[in-house]
Every structure is written in C-alpha cells, then in structure tokens.
C-alpha cells in the first residue's frame, strides 16, 4: 500500500518569509498525482496545488511552488511571502493513476504564522 | 448548489443512538470519501465508493460504522450505538476519477 509521509507536525514562519513543508511518499506506480491541501481553522479543505508525475516541471500558483522529486519520492510545498491568512494545516495526498485506488494523506503539518 | 453539501452540520447525540450523516457530493462525481477528523488532527480514511466498483471498507473503525451510496450519489454513514470517542468531525469528499477532491464542510458530532 501507498504511504504519505509528513515529517514536520508543526512548523512556524514569520511573516512575509519562505517556509518549506516537506513531505515524502512511497509507491511502485510510475504515473501518479500528488497534491497539497489547505485546512484553515474554517476546517474547510481547500486544494492548494497538484503535480502530475509524468511532468517534470514543478507546479506554481502564485505564492505557492512545489519541489517534485520524483526518484526521491519527495515532494515538498514552498510558501514564499508567507501571509497571515496562510495558517492552517497542510495535507499532502497521492493518488496512483491506474484502477481504483484511493487517495491517500499525509498526516499533516500545522504551520503557524508570526506576524 | 456547486459543492459537496454534507447534513446535517452539528449533530449532539447521547450515548447509544444511532445517528445518520449524509452527504450529496457533485453531480457526477464517481468517487466519493468519508474521513473522520479528531480536533486538530490528520484526516482518517473510513471509507471510498468509486462508481460501481465494491467500496473500500478497510477504514471502518468497527463493525458500528457502516455506509452507502445510493444510485451512485448521495451518500449516508450511519454510526450506531454511538460512543463518546465516536465525537469527531466527519468530512465527505468527492472527486472524478484521478482528479483533486473537492471536500464538504463537514459534520461536527458531538456524543454526550
């Protein structure tokens, strides 16, 4: 079975600074996705970014970048400029692409923010 | 509406019942999840339909929980003879085949 590592229970960044949240994965798939989820105290989950693995290039949206290592089996979530409206619990998820295998999480990191 | 709309959004029971929480998640989505959450916590797999395909079940903390998927869509999981660590917050969340999760907002259960 697929397992989701996240090292990191809690980190902290001040604010306006770079944090990266780690987060490794183990499979035998060749062709996956990998995302980050957001869970501000709202609880409502919120998808942040995704990376198909085929792809080589590292997934950005806006402030939010990813550092894919496909051989490493890592993919970490970069966070620059961090905000105050950026605190919350970040999941990372894998799904294979091939039959009907499930998501699977990581544990999570909650990342506080300093103002 | 354009979401997945779970029901209903706090439920206080008393040790002992049966309590149903349902979930309608996007037209047309085949895969459908339940997940529990403890307060501050990660996110525990239950439970996972994807379209015709016999759920996966291996979440299911005991034989209390069990949950279905009617006509493909709307989605209830029953807890019975509930128990005070059964309090958690119960998410649905429903997706296309391989495509990110869209989540509800979730059923807060609180057992006294």
């Known amino acids: 079975a697929q397992t989701v590592t996240q090292s990191q229970p809690e980190m902290s960044v001040q604010e306006a600074e770079t944090v990266t949240l780690s987060c490794t994965y183990d ?11 957001k869970q501000p105290p709202s609880r409502q989950m919120i998808l942040v970014i995704r990376q198909e693995a085929y792809k080589q290039q590292n997934a950005t949206e806006n402030r939010f970048s990813v550092n894919f290592q496909k051989a490493a089996k890592s993919f970490s979530l970069k966070i620059s400029d961090s905000q105050l409206g950026d605190a919350a619990m970040y999941f990372c998820a894998y799904i294979s692409n091939f039959g009907n295998e499930k998501l699977t999480f990581g544990t999570g990191t909650r990342l506080t923010i300093i103002p | 509406g354009a979401g997945v709309s779970q029901s209903p959004s706090n ?15 996007i037209s047309g989505h085949t895969a459908l999840y339940w997940y529990r959450q403890s307060l ?50 119960y998410l649905c969340a429903s997706s296309l085949a391989y495509s990110p999760l869209h989540f509800g907002n979730g059923t807060r259960l609180t057992v006294t």
């Open chain 2, 40 to 89: 501050g916590q990660g996110l525990e797999f239950l439970i996972y339909f994807q379209g015709n395909s016999a759920p996966d079940k291996s979440g299911l903390p005991s034989d209390r929980f069990s949950a279905e998927r009617t006509g493909g869509s709307v989605s209830t999981l029953t807890i019975q003879r509930t128990q005070q660590e059964d309090s958690a917050v």
């Open chain 1, 27 to 37: 499979t035998s798939e060749s062709d996956y996705y990998l995302f980050w989820y």
């Open chain 2, 11 to 25: 439920k206080v029971t008393e040790k002992g019942k049966d309590v149903e929480l349902r979930c309608d998640p």
